[in-house]
């Protein structure tokens, strides 16, 4: 049989147990590994790793402010060392290593200069909640040589916010709602911003009439 409780189920649930087992083993670091790294520019899942961590801190594994401090952590560490070493430092010494390079680089870095001194802090903010952004967005920032202060401004902010978005919602509303973000990025933490929001506004009304008729 190869339903519900049969070999399909049961190496399913196998499968989890050894995911869980392994998040639960390696802890903590773990996570800032990951996250620093996809943040530094290697395409690892660092969202995916914030969701589990999110929902084992649900579970009673870890502490959710611990878990979007080790993120945020990552997020920016990462972030700082591909402005540095994948951007402003290396990133123009290798275009000029190979000739097909260079010549890339003359047509895109204009571009990118001029986008980053257009929209610079908008795009490091924003770029953290969209996968391929989240990848090169700090490179791309150190290569059109933006403004480092500036950059750890919005590279801060963006990664304490992502952090503790999309943990707060893999803690509070499970891997469905986490997932929604992972697959919808900013639109659905929006979407999740407001309505907290909105219910925040409601109870708060509810609270306020039910004390004014006492």
């Not at 773990?30 to 520019?41: H, P, T, Y």
């Not at 961590?53 to 990552?74: D, N, R």
Request: aromatic share 14%.
């Amino acid at each position: 049989m190869y339903g519900f409780g049969g070999p399909v189920t049961r190496a399913w649930c196998l499968d989890s147990m050894h995911v869980t087992h392994f998040f639960i083993t390696h802890g903590l670091p773990l996570l800032f590994v990951v996250v620093m790294l996809e943040s530094f520019g290697i395409p690892l899942p660092g969202e995916t790793a914030l969701i589990a961590f999110g929902v084992l801190a649900s579970e009673g594994h870890y502490s959710i402010v611990s878990v979007i401090a080790v993120a945020a952590a990552g997020a920016i560490i990462g972030d700082n060392l591909g402005y540095w070493l994948l951007g402003r430092l290396g990133g123009r010494a290798l275009f000029r290593r190979w000739g097909w390079l260079q010549r890339y680089s003359d047509r895109i870095l204009p571009r990118a200069e001029k986008l980053m001194q257009r929209h610079g802090g908008k795009t490091v903010f924003f770029g953290r909640f969209v996968a391929v952004l989240r990848v090169g967005a700090a490179a791309v920032a150190g290569l059109a040589h933006m403004n480092w202060w500036k950059f750890l401004f919005w590279n801060a902010t963006g990664g304490i916010v992502w952090a503790t978005t999309v943990g707060l919602a893999a803690y509070y509303g499970g891997r469905a709602v986490a997932d929604a973000i992972q697959r919808y990025g900013l639109y659905a933490a929006g979407v999740i911003v407001v309505g907290l929001v909105l219910g925040w506004f409601v109870l708060h009304r509810v609270k306020k009439r039910v004390e004014d008729s006492l």
